[in-house]
Structure formats: C-alpha cells, structure tokens
C-alpha cells in the first residue's frame, strides 16, 4: 500500500521516515518530494509498505504524531488524476482587446 506523509519537517530525512514506519512493519521504499531546481524538500513524501494491515496500522499509528517539531498528516494515498490540465492559469483574459503600447496619457 501506499501512503502519503503530509506536513513534513524540512529537516526530516528518508531514514527519518523508514525508522517511523519499520515500528509498523516491512517498508519497501520512501520518498520524499523535493523541489527539482533547490533540491529542498517540499514537505510531503510517500511510504510504500507491502501489507495492507501493516500499512494500516501505519496510519493510524503515525497520523497526527509530531516527527521533528511538526504533526504529521498520515493517509492512504491516491491515484493522481489524469485530467489534470497542462498549463497554469487560466480562462479567457477580460478587458480591453487588444492592448500593448504604452500609457496612452499625455507627454510632457
């Protein structure tokens, strides 16, 4: 199963989160999301456990325990969605058409 860690430390390391979750049971691999241009990380990562009941107890164990000065937020993860759009933001631009140029006020 996969699990998603919420609201990590920035200071919490891969090896952090393997000996949180080893107390629960087999961890078969742990990532934590880093920001691709700082290498930081961005504060949420993933544990994949190979039994459910394991992963469950997991869960339950961890969610809302505190890891390095922070609460963890500890849940099943979900599949991302394929409908996500490329891009960032959106919609037609309102205003005036057109456009470009200067101030359009007086010169002095």
Same mark, same amino acid.
């Given at each position: 199963?996969?699990?998603f860690i919420g609201n990590l430390s920035f200071d919490v390391? +891969?090896?952090d989160l393997q000996k949180a979750? +080893?107390?629960y049971g087999q961890v078969s691999s742990v990532n934590i999301i880093k920001d691709k241009y700082s290498g930081r990380s961005r504060g949420?990562?993933?544990v994949e456990m190979g039994s459910e009941t394991e992963a469950q107890a997991a869960i339950d164990g961890l969610n809302e325990k505190e890891l390095k000065g922070r609460k963890l937020s500890v849940n099943q993860a979900r599949e991302r969605s394929n409908d996500r759009r490329p891009g960032g933001g959106g919609g037609p631009r309102r205003g005036r058409p057109g456009g470009g140029g200067g101030g359009g006020g007086r010169r002095y």
């Open positions: 199963m996969n699990i390391s +891969e090896d979750f +080893e107390a949420f990562g993933f």
